[in-house]
Nanobody
Framework: QVQLVESGGGLVQAGGSLRLSCAAS????????MGWYRRAPGKQRELVAN???????NYADSVKGRFTISRDNAKNTVDLQMNSLKPEDTAVYYC?????????????WGQGTQVTVSS
């Protein structure tokens, strides 16, 4: 019942930047974490970055130092600033939200936004 809408994807040259944004709406209750996953062609979906309720951030090793995740708790949004993009960053990026009580956590997913990085 939580709806996530992503925006900001597109085509960029290697070395360029993009900023992804995700807005959550609907029946939102006790968000524990917000983050981004990605799925490259022919590969498994992987965690890119997330930020938990206490403010701690986590990044995949492949994006550390290049990507920055941030959130606005009041607006229920999460952004992903992607700098120094590489062709291997090409993927569909999905917003993810984990919410609910500790005994009944629920994941919510956006529809995905395409990021394409050209050489």
């Amino acid at each position: 019942q939580v709806q996530l809408v992503e925006s900001g994807g597109g085509l960029v040259q290697a070395g360029g930047s993009l900023r992804l944004s995700c807005a959550a709406s609907g029946k939102i209750f006790s968000i524990k974490a917000m983050g981004w996953y990605r799925r490259a062609p022919g590969k498994q979906r992987e965690l890119v970055a997330n930020i938990i309720s206490g403010g701690t951030t986590n990044y995949a090793d492949s994006v550390k130092g290049r990507f920055t995740i941030s959130r606005d708790n009041a607006k229920n949004t999460v952004d992903l600033q992607m700098n120094s993009l590489k062709p291997e960053d090409t993927a569909v990026y999905y917003c993810n939200v984990i919410s609910g009580d500790s005994g009944n956590l629920r994941p919510s997913w956006g529809q995905g936004t395409q990021v394409t990085v050209s050489s």
